[in-house]
C-alpha cells in the first residue's frame, strides 16, 4: 500500500511548508504566542469551526450515532451547541484581549479577576484538551492506520509519527502556523467527511437503502430503542451502578451533553484563536454560516448518514469503509481525519504549553525570563506533552479515555468567569472562583476519572456516572451558577480591580445597545430558551412521534427524531443568525481600541521569592510522588 | 507582516482548493482507470478542471497570475504524466477506456491551458508568452 504513505509524505511537506511561511512572517519569537494578533478574520473563523468540530466529528460523533443511534440528539445539533458560545463571547473577549493587550485566556482571568485559581483552571482544560481529548483522537486514528496497513505499522509507532509530525509544525510556526495550516486541515475535514459519507451511502445502495435499513431495524423491538428519546429523565444511580429502562439517552441527558458540546468553545483553546486575530469582523460570519450553517449541515447531514450506514451494516463503521475503498480514495480521507485531529491537537499543545510556561511557570518562579527563553522552553514543553499525550496513547488507554472525558465538562465551568467578565459584571472575583470550585467538583463526582481518584482515596461513590442519566457538565455547571449567584449576591459590595473596571467601561461604553436591539432582547431570550428545550431539552419527547403516522410509518421516510434534528438545525441556524446580526452580539466592529494605560506601579525584586516557591514546588511534588509511590507499593495501584 | 496577507490568503486557499478537488480529481480518475469506466474518470478530469477554474478565480480576486514556482509543478507534472501514459500506451497494456481516459485528461488540460493564456493574454500575447526572442527582435526593430 503505497497510496497512505505517499499521501501522509505529501501532507507532511504541505505542513513544513507553511511552518516555514509561519516563521518568516514571525521574524522573531515577539509574534510566535498570538501571531502578532495579525491571524485574518476569515481564517479564524475557518479554525474555529474545524478545531470545533475536530477529527471527533467522524471518529467520536459517526460511531456514537452506529453505537446508540438517534438516542440523543443533542449530538445531531452539534453545529449550533458549539456556534453559540462563541456567539455570547468571542467578540467581547477579542475586545477584552485588544484592550488590555492579551493573548489567552489565562491572561485575561488574571488581568480581569486576579485570581491564580482560574489560571490554574484554565491551564489545566488546556491540558486535558491536549494529553486526553486530542489523545484519545490520535489513538483512534493510529489504530486506524494499524489496521489499513494489516499491522505492518504498529499504532504506537503511528502515534509517534503523527505527534512528531504535528510537533514540527507547531514548534516552528507558533500560532501563526496553526493559523495558517488550520484553515486547509478544516476545508481538508469537510471533504472527508462528505467523502467518507458518500462512500457509505455508496456501499448500502443510496439514501432510500438507508432509509429502508433504518426502518428494518426500527421493526426490531430489540433495536427500537435506537430510534426514540427514552423519557425526560430517569432517576438511575448512574452507568455502572444502574442501568436506565430502555436506554441512557434521555431528553435531559442530551441537554448535558449539548453544555459539554457548548465547552469547547469557552476553552482555552477558543479564546487562543480569537484572541489572535486580527480584528472580530468575521466572527458573526464565522460563528453563523461556517460553523453552524455549513457544519452544522455536515453534523446533521454527513455524520450521522455514516453513523447510521455502520448502523445498519457494521461493515461500512469508518475503519473497514476506509479499509474496503480504493487505496488512493482511503488515503486522502484518512489525510482529511488527520487533519481535523492534528488541527485541535496542534492547537491544544501550544495553548497548554503557553499556558503551563507563560502563565504559571513565568510568574510564579522566573519572571526575568525573557522572550526568547520563554518561547524555547514552551517549545521543551510542547514536546514533553506531545510525549506524554503518546505514551498514555500506548500504555494507559484507559487513564487517558478518562481525562480526556474530562476536557469538556471542564471546559464548561469557565463559562461563569467567561460571563462575569463579558456580560454580568456584578460576578464577583470570590463568587466565580467558589462557583468554579464548586463545578469542577461536581464534574470530578460524576466521572471515571473522579471516581477512580476517591476509590484510590478508600471513598467509593454510591452513584456511577452520570446519575439521572445527566452529564457530569450539567452536573457541574448547575451547581456553578447557583453558588456563583448565590456569593455575588452577598458580596456585591465589593470592588473589581483597576483593569476589570477599565474593562467593564469599555464594553458598556462601546457595546452599547441600540434601541432597536433592547426591543429584541426578550424576543432574543424566549427564542433560545425555546429552542434548546425543544432542540436539545425536554421538548425532544416530541420528536419521537413529531413525524410518525397514525400507521407507524415515517411521514419524512426518515427516523422522525432525524427529521427533527434537521428541522431543528434550520431553526438554529436561524437563531444563530438572528443573534449575532440582528441582536449585534458578534457583528462586526469597526471602533479602534486604544490599549489600556495601567497606573505606574513600583515592582520589587521577586528573585528571593521566586527562588523560595520554586523550592517548595520541587520539594512537594517530590513528597508528592514519593508518597504515591510507595502508597502503590504497599497496597497496589 | 500584514503587508504579506494577500499572498499568504491565496496559498491558504490555493492549497485547499487543490488539497479537496485535485485529489478527489486524481482519485477519481485513478478509480475510473481501475475499473475501466471512461465516465468516473472524466468526472475525475472535471474535477480538475473545476481546481483549476478555482485557482484562476482566487488568481483573478487577488489580481495575479500562476507564480513560477506553480507553473514548473504544473508544467513538470503534466510532463511526467504524459509520458506514463506514452508509455503505458506504447507497452500495450491499456484498455481502451483507459487510453480515452489519457486522453481525456491530457486533452483537456491542453486546451484549457490553451483557452487560459488566450483569454488573459489575448490570442498575440499568447503566442508572445513562448516566443520570447521574436517579441524581443520586434521591439529592437521598432
Not at chain 1, 463 to 481: K, Y
Not at chain 2, 108 to 135: D, E, M, N, P
Amino acid at each position: 500500500m503505497i497510496w497512505l504513505p505517499l499521501y501522509v509524505l505529501f501532507y507532511t511537506l504541505v505542513t513544513l511548508y507553511w511552518a516555514r511561511i509561519a516563521a518568516q512572517a514571525n521574524g522573531s519569537d515577539q509574534t510566535y504566542f498570538s501571531a502578532g494578533h495579525d491571524l485574518q478574520p476569515w481564517v479564524s473563523a475557518l479554525v474555529i469551526a474545524g478545531a470545533s468540530l475536530s477529527g471527533w466529528v467522524v471518529l467520536g460523533g459517526a460511531s456514537e450515532v452506529a453505537l446508540h443511534g438517534f438516542g440523543q440528539p443533542a449530538l445531531l445539533q452539534a453545529g449550533i451547541a458549539l456556534a453559540l458560545p462563541g456567539v455570547l463571547f468571542f467578540k467581547r473577549l477579542w475586545l477584552v484581549g485588544e484592550r488590555l493587550r492579551l493573548s489567552s485566556q489565562a491572561e485575561v482571568f488574571r488581568a480581569y479577576y486576579r485570581s491564580e485559581f482560574l489560571v490554574v483552571v484554565s491551564t489545566l482544560v488546556a491540558v486535558l484538551f491536549a494529553v486526553g481529548f486530542a489523545g484519545m483522537q490520535l489513538r483512534a486514528l493510529s489504530g486506524l492506520v494499524a489496521q489499513l496497513t494489516g499491522d505492518a505499522v504498529t499504532a504506537p509507532v503511528v502515534g509517534l509519527a503523527l505527534s512528531a509530525v504535528m510537533f514540527g509544525y507547531v514548534v516552528i510556526g507558533g500560532m501563526r502556523a496553526i493559523g495558517y495550516l488550520g484553515a486547509v486541515q478544516t476545508l481538508l475535514l469537510a471533504a472527508a467527511l462528505i467523502g467518507l459519507a458518500g462512500f457509505a451511502l455508496v456501499g448500502l445502495g443510496g439514501f432510500d437503502a438507508l432509509n429502508a435499513g433504518l426502518v428494518a431495524l426500527a421493526a426490531d423491538p430489540a433495536h427500537a430503542g435506537l430510534f426514540s428519546v427514552a423519557g425526560v429523565i430517569q432517576f438511575t444511580a448512574g452507568i455502572g451502578r444502574e442501568a436506565a429502562a430502555g436506554h441512557e439517552g434521555t431528553a435531559l441527558a442530551s441537554l448535558g451533553l449539548l453544555f459539554a458540546l457548548m465547552g469547547f468553545q469557552a476553552s482555552p483553546l477558543a479564546a487562543k484563536i480569537v484572541m489572535s486575530t486580527r480584528n472580530p469582523r468575521g466572527l458573526a460570519a464565522g460563528q453563523t454560516w461556517v460553523l453552524a450553517g455549513v457544519g452544522g449541515a455536515l453534523v446533521v447531514g454527513c455524520m450521522v448518514v455514516l453513523g447510521a450506514a455502520a448502523l445498519i451494516d457494521p461493515g461500512l463503521a469508518v475503519p473497514q469503509l476506509l479499509a474496503s475503498i480504493s487505496p488512493w480514495f482511503s488515503a486522502w480521507l484518512f489525510i482529511g481525519l488527520l487533519a481535523g485531529v492534528q488541527l485541535v491537537a496542534g492547537l491544544a499543545l501550544f495553548t497548554a504549553g503557553e499556558a503551563l510556561v507563560r502563565h504559571i511557570y513565568k510568574p510564579w518562579f522566573q519572571s526575568s525570563l525573557n522572550r526568547q527563553d520563554t518561547v524555547t522552553i514552551t517549545r521543551v514543553v510542547i514536546g514533553v506533552l506531545a510525549l506524554i499525550s503518546v505514551a498514555m496513547q500506548a500504555l494507559t488507554p484507559v487513564t487517558l479515555s478518562a481525562l480526556g472525558a474530562l476536557a469538556l465538562p471542564l471546559s464548561v465551568q469557565l463559562w461563569v468567569p467567561l460571563l462575569g467578565i463579558c456580560w454580568l459584571g456584578w460576578f464577583g472575583r470570590g463568587a466565580v472562583m467558589a462557583g468554579v470550585g464548586f463545578g469542577i467538583a461536581g464534574v470530578l463526582l460524576t466521572e471515571p476519572a473522579g471516581h477512580a481518584l476517591l476509590s484510590y482515596l478508600g471513598l467509593d461513590l454510591p452513584w456511577g456516572r452520570w446519575p439521572w442519566t445527566l452529564h457530569s457538565a450539567l452536573w457541574g455547571i448547575v451547581p456553578n451558577l447557583c453558588v456563583t449567584l448565590l456569593v455575588s449576591a452577598v458580596t456585591r459590595r465589593i470592588r473589581l480591580g483597576e483593569e476589570a473596571q477599565d474593562i467593564r467601561q469599555l464594553l458598556d461604553v462601546t457595546l452599547r445597545s441600540g434601541p432597536k436591539v433592547r426591543a429584541l432582547q426578550v424576543t432574543a431570550w424566549s427564542v433560545v430558551l425555546a429552542w434548546v428545550f425543544l432542540a436539545a431539552g425536554p421538548g425532544l419527547i416530541f420528536g419521537n412521534s413529531a413525524f410518525v403516522g397514525t400507521d407507524g410509518a415515517w411521514l419524512l421516510g426518515m427516523p422522525s427524531l432525524w427529521g427533527w434534528a434537521l428541522l431543528f438545525w434550520a431553526a438554529g441556524l436561524g437563531m444563530v443568525w438572528f443573534l449575532s446580526y440582528k441582536m449585534e452580539l458578534a457583528s462586526p466592529l469597526t471602533v479602534g481600541i486604544p490599549p489600556y494605560a495601567p497606573k505606574p506601579r513600583l515592582r520589587y525584586d521577586q528573585t528571593v521569592a521566586e527562588a523560595a516557591r520554586l523550592r517548595t514546588a520541587v520539594i512537594t511534588i517530590a513528597a508528592g510522588f514519593g508518597i504515591v509511590v510507595m502508597t502503590v507499593l504497599s497496597f497496589g495501584g | 507582516m500584514s503587508d504579506k496577507s494577500p499572498a499568504v490568503d491565496r496559498g491558504i486557499l490555493v492549497f485547499a482548493i487543490w488539497a479537496v478537488f485535485g485529489f478527489l480529481g486524481l482519485g477519481l480518475f485513478l478509480e475510473g482507470m481501475a475499473h475501466d469506466v471512461w465516465g468516473i474518470a472524466a468526472i475525475g478530469v472535471a474535477c480538475v478542471v473545476l481546481a483549476f477554474a478555482g485557482h484562476i478565480i482566487v488568481n483573478g480576486i487577488f489580481d495575479t497570475g500562476f507564480s513560477q514556482g506553480e507553473t514548473v509543478l504544473g508544467i513538470a507534472i503534466y510532463g511526467g504524466l504524459s509520458l506514463l501514459f506514452v508509455l503505458g500506451a506504447l507497452g500495450g497494456g491499456m484498455t481502451m477506456a483507459d487510453f480515452y481516459s489519457g486522453l481525456t485528461l491530457f486533452g483537456t488540460l491542453g486546451a484549457g491551458f490553451l483557452v487560459y493564456l488566450f483569454t488573459r493574454h489575448g490570442l498575440r500575447g499568447a503566442f508572445s508568452r513562448f516566443h520570447g526572442k521574436s517579441a524581443s527582435l520586434q521591439k529592437g526593430n521598432r
